[in-house]
């Protein structure tokens, strides 16, 4: 089944306290990109990568680090978990950055 | 002016209605549209695309106006599980790469 995984779904986390959330396509697309979404300003743009070792910032991408060191896969990394990144994060991936992206289930980040 | 605009609703409606949703934008620039459906804090899923010369599938019709710089998505014949955020989403050119802008959404409440 063609998909978009992410984990963890849940996390509740401590101000400065590493981590990680992994993304996973199995469709071969060879764009990805991770979003935030909170109430009243909808999905926002934090990194995305056109291809293996290809990463830009979006719109926010302060607070933020990715990697893209195989195709499919594509770890969002928060170095200092801020509460102001409490937000439900979405991974997408399409087959170019002009289609119609899939996305991932969500996580849904608490930092206290 | 917001990128992406979109009116958030709620829209509320009858079963059997026809409702429709525009979305304004302000890259003249842009090349892609879409229209995403999203339930209730779930992952947005592609509805439909939305070409130069319209599109329709089923119960559903999407538009682009390019001089007035807005897509629309008409519902007909509204069923009880059309309920859900509306999000249209424009690809424009920024950085010599394109750039997905999400609307905020539409909420449509179809109602017995």
């Known amino acids: 089944e063609a998909q978009v995984t992410q984990n963890p779904r849940y996390l509740i986390t401590v101000t400065g306290k590493k981590l990680t959330v992994t993304c996973s396509q199995n469709?071969?697309?060879?764009?990805m990109s991770w979003y935030r979404q909170d109430p009243g300003l909808g999905l926002r743009q934090i990194y995305y990568?056109?291809?293996?070792?290809?990463?830009d910032k979006g719109d926010v991408p302060e607070g933020y680090k990715v990697s893209r060191k195989e195709k499919r896969n594509f770890p969002l990394i928060l170095e200092s978990p801020s509460p102001n990144q409490t937000s439900l994060y979405f991974c997408?991936?399409?087959?170019?950055?002009?289609?119609?992206?899939?996305f991932g289930p969500g996580t849904r980040l608490t930092v206290t | 002016r917001k990128e992406v605009e979109q009116d958030p609703g709620p829209f509320n409606v009858p079963e059997g209605a026809t409702v429709a949703f525009n979305c304004t934008y302000s890259?003249?620039?842009?090349?892609?549209f879409f229209w995403y459906r999203q339930d209730c804090r779930k992952e947005p899923k592609l509805l439909m695309s939305?070409?130069?010369s319209g599109n329709e599938d089923g119960r559903f019709t999407a538009q682009l106006n390019r001089a007035s710089q807005y897509i629309s998505l008409l519902i007909r014949d509204s069923k009880l599980s059309d309920s859900a955020t509306y999000l249209c989403?424009?690809?424009?050119?920024?950085?010599?790469?394109?750039?997905?802008?999400f609307g905020r959404g539409t909420s449509l409440i179809v109602h017995p």
């Open positions: 990568s056109m291809n293996v070792e290809v990463t």
């Open positions: 890259n003249s620039a842009s090349q892609s």
């Open positions: 989403v424009v690809l424009g050119l920024g950085g010599g790469s394109y750039i997905p802008k």
């Open positions: 997408a991936s399409s087959s170019t950055n002009r289609a119609e992206q899939y």
């Open positions: 469709m071969n697309h060879e764009y």
């Open positions: 939305v070409y130069s």
